[in-house]
């Protein structure tokens, strides 16, 4: 029997850096939101662990013992006392680098699927997931929610209004690393994170991130030229921008008007779950 889960596209909708730790890692205010697209990852029983990887972006990774696929679901059986494999089949359809959890997402729906394969009750996929990647317990939920801490500390918050909302997610196929972006911030701390007010926030790393990918720009300046665009940012650290929109037809026409000009482009016509 082969089971399969969505590795939901997570989007940072306002995101403040409060200080960079001793540990190295940075303190941030953050509001995820998923959508409703993302990698479609599959799993079948198996006597070792093994990764198959296909989509539009599967030449960019490893299947090696290194992917988070991997690492998550070994780390699961490890805790579990699970002495059984797993073979997984990824289909790659997120940019890699991109600011919108592709890794993570794609680690949290191993964590969820292993668990269904072999029927675990005695530890939740969460027990592992933060010591897989700091967005992988968000990204486990895969529901609106405030995320603190290094991210990793969750608060669930009233999402319904969100629900259904189209979004255009856009990226320049500018691979945008976590680390350099963090280390490009200015050290600044521009104070905490309303999460009632999460529209009026921002995202910290946006310029950091615009420094070392001048096409971020771009991407912001195409979605917010586009007719009723509600709200645009950057995600996370960047490649990968939004907008959201009130309507599928406004979301699609901008789909088609960034498509003609910017035919190079990643855009995923989506909505928020």
Same mark, same amino acid.
């Given at each position: 029997m082969r089971l399969t889960e969505t590795a939901h596209a997570k989007l940072n909708l306002a995101l403040h850096v409060r200080r960079r730790r001793e540990d190295g890692y940075h303190e941030l205010e953050t509001v995820f939101a998923f959508t409703g697209a993302g990698d479609v990852l599959?799993?079948?029983?198996?006597?070792?662990?093994?990764?198959?990887?296909?989509?539009?972006?599967?030449?960019? #990774?490893?299947? &090696?013992?290194?992917?988070?696929? $991997?690492?998550?679901?070994? +780390?699961?059986?490890?805790? *579990?006392?699970?002495?059984?494999g797993a073979a997984f089949r990824l289909d790659k359809k997120l940019p890699i680098a991109s600011g919108i959890g592709g890794g993570s997402a794609d680690a949290a729906a191993a964590l969820r699927l292993a668990a269904r394969?072999?029927?675990?009750?005695?530890?939740?996929?969460?027990?592992?997931?933060?010591?897989?990647?700091?967005?992988?317990?968000?990204?486990?939920?895969?529901?609106?929610?405030?995320?603190?801490?290094?991210?990793?500390?969750?608060? #669930?918050?009233? &999402?319904?209004?969100?629900?259904? $909302?189209?979004?255009?997610? +856009?990226?320049?196929?500018? *691979?945008?690393?976590?680390?350099?972006?963090?280390?490009?911030?200015?050290?600044?701390?521009?104070g905490p994170l309303d999460v009632n007010n999460w529209m009026d926030a921002r995202n910290d790393l946006q310029a950091p991130a615009l420094g070392l990918v001048a096409e971020i720009g771009d991407v912001l300046g195409a979605l917010e030229s586009q007719h009723g665009a509600r709200l645009t940012r950057m995600s996370g650290s960047?490649?990968?921008?939004?907008?959201?929109?009130?309507?599928?037809?406004?979301?699609?026409a901008a789909a088609c008007a960034i498509k003609a000009s910017h035919p190079n482009w990643w855009l995923l016509p989506t909505v928020l779950l």
């Open positions: 599959g799993v079948s029983a198996a006597d070792d662990f093994s990764l198959t990887l296909t989509g539009p972006f599967a030449h960019e #990774l490893s299947n &090696g013992p290194d992917n988070l696929v $991997l690492k998550a679901a070994k +780390a699961l059986a490890q805790a *579990a006392g699970i002495r059984k394969l072999w029927a675990i009750d005695h530890i939740r996929p969460m027990d592992v997931a933060a010591d897989i990647g700091a967005d992988v317990p968000a990204c486990v939920l895969s529901q609106t929610c405030f995320g603190y801490g290094v991210g990793e500390k969750l608060d #669930l918050i009233d &999402g319904s209004a969100l629900t259904g $909302l189209p979004v255009l997610l +856009a990226n320049p196929l500018r *691979a945008c690393p976590t680390g350099p972006v963090f280390k490009a911030w200015d050290g600044v701390d521009r960047g490649a990968t921008c939004f907008a959201l929109f009130d309507t599928t037809t406004a979301r699609d």
